[in-house]
């Protein structure tokens, strides 16, 4: 089906190059076929007009599991290590696959409802993936390993190995496949080679979360603190008071340029350091830290040390919403008021971390992220407030701080109309 229409903006902010005023997007079979102005428009072609709207590229989610969409409010007041071990692992035990199947899909339509059209999806089943694949949302489908109470680990990994070279055999462009050693505290050495291995050997991207309660460095470190558990020592490195989680999943190699290292609320510098060395890719989830008492990622510091940097949902049993506005906006907030320092996440920047960065470090620039011809035609469209706002700020500011999920007109995704409030 041939189809070809265009759609004018009052601002368009393509990311790729500088905002354009009064420019027209025009889209051919659900790709970009160029930005342009009114009068090199054909009569004939269908034009959708938005005088005081801004039209970005779609935005890209780092991190969330739709699986867990449908149990928000699980544990609104269980710190991290009870909101995991208490209600998570049960719920994950019970869990009755109609329920998870819907509630990915709920997390989908949640989530163009916000305007993001790419996701980074973690789970140990395929069933976020199908929902996306059937409901049109791209992105990585990375598949969760973990080893916690795993007792016969050579057949678990096997099994693992089997179900990631399904993954991949059947990923297309848009679904792709990468793999996620869960955590430091739940993917023993063993497991964790076989993610390097079976990465390294099919091309795939890594994700995992990363120092994100303080009881990790306790255990690594020191073999103390909630983690702790004879069960668990036996597996894991003699703790030598210097490795951190961070140094653990290094001395693996799971930490390189292919890898998204998620939450990293209590990274030290020496990580950081190492980190930066690899050219891997930060991932702050500001509300799921904030709201399971683990703390705020000193997100200020990685970008100082040239990290590139996303920002991801989680998912909304810890995360709440998938409100990326609402994310970037807490993060710069948190970090003023964990710094006092105001001047150095700049809005263009903060944009970035959820268009082009998470493109790129899901190696989907081709596809998503900014507005180049022959990308997927996947839209946002914004209307802010007006009133008291145009004459003091620029365009990436006012959508760093005036867009709320409210001013969200429209997404599209290849073309195709998604959402429209
Ligand atoms: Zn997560």
Same mark, same amino acid.
């Given at each position: 089906m041939h189809e070809r229409f265009a759609i004018a903006a009052g601002t368009i902010v393509p990311m790729n190059e500088p905002p354009i005023e009064n420019g027209v997007v025009v889209i051919a079979d659900g790709k970009i076929e160029g930005i342009t102005g009114r009068e090199q428009l054909p009569r004939d072609l269908p034009l959708q007009e938005y005088p005081d709207g801004i039209l970005m590229p779609a935005l890209v989610n780092a991190h969330t599991h /739709?699986? %867990?969409? !449908?149990? *928000? @409010? /699980? !544990? +609104? #007041? !269980? #710190?991290f290590f009870s909101w995991l071990t208490d209600h998570i692992v049960p719920l994950e035990i019970d869990r009755r696959e109609d329920e998870c199947r819907k509630s990915a899909r709920l997390g989908i339509r949640k989530s163009y409802r916000h305007g993001i059209t790419a996701i980074a999806e973690n789970h140990y089943t395929f069933w976020g993936r199908d929902a996306m694949v059937e409901l049109g949302m791209k992105g990585v489908m990375f598949y969760e390993i973990f080893g916690?109470?795993?007792?016969d680990q050579s057949q678990s990994v096997e099994r693992d190995r089997i179900v990631i070279e399904k993954l991949v055999s059947e990923s297309t462009d848009r679904n792709r496949a990468g793999v996620s050693p869960h955590a430091p505290y739940t993917v023993t050495p063993t497991m964790g080679e076989m993610a390097r291995e079976i990465s390294g050997k099919l091309d795939l991207p890594l994700s995992t979360h990363m120092a994100e309660p303080y009881d990790e460095n306790q255990f690594f470190m020191k073999g103390e603190g909630r983690f702790a558990d004879p069960r668990h020592a036996a597996r894991w $490195?003699? $703790? +030598? @008071?210097? *490795?951190t989680s961070l140094k653990y999943f290094d001395e693996l190699g799971l930490i390189g340029p292919k890898t998204l290292l998620v939450h990293g609320v209590h990274l030290t510098y020496a990580d950081l350091d190492i980190i930066a060395k690899r050219g891997c890719t930060l991932v702050t989830c500001p509300t799921s830290n904030a709201k399971t008492g683990v703390g705020i990622a000193r997100v200020s510091e990685w970008v100082k040390k040239g990290i590139p940097v996303c920002i991801g949902t989680d998912s909304p049993s810890s995360g709440e919403t998938f409100d990326l506005f609402e994310e970037m906006r807490r993060m710069v907030l948190f970090q003023r008021g964990l710094?006092?320092?105001? @001047?150095? %996440?700049?809005a263009e920047s903060v944009i970035r971390m959820v268009t082009t960065n998470p493109a790129k470090a899901l190696r989907m620039e081709d596809l998503v992220g900014d507005l180049r011809s022959g990308s997927c035609a996947d839209l946002l469209l914004v209307q802010p407030e007006l009133e008291g706002v145009k004459k003091y700020r620029d365009v990436y500011n006012t959508l760093l701080w005036d867009v709320t999920s409210e001013n969200i007109l429209a997404t599209w995704a290849d073309g195709r109309e998604v959402y429209r409030r």
């Open positions: /739709l699986v %867990l969409t !449908a149990f *928000r @409010g /699980l !544990a +609104d #007041d !269980a #710190d916690l109470s795993t007792l $490195p003699k $703790p +030598d @008071g210097e *490795r710094t006092g320092e105001t @001047g150095n %996440l700049p």
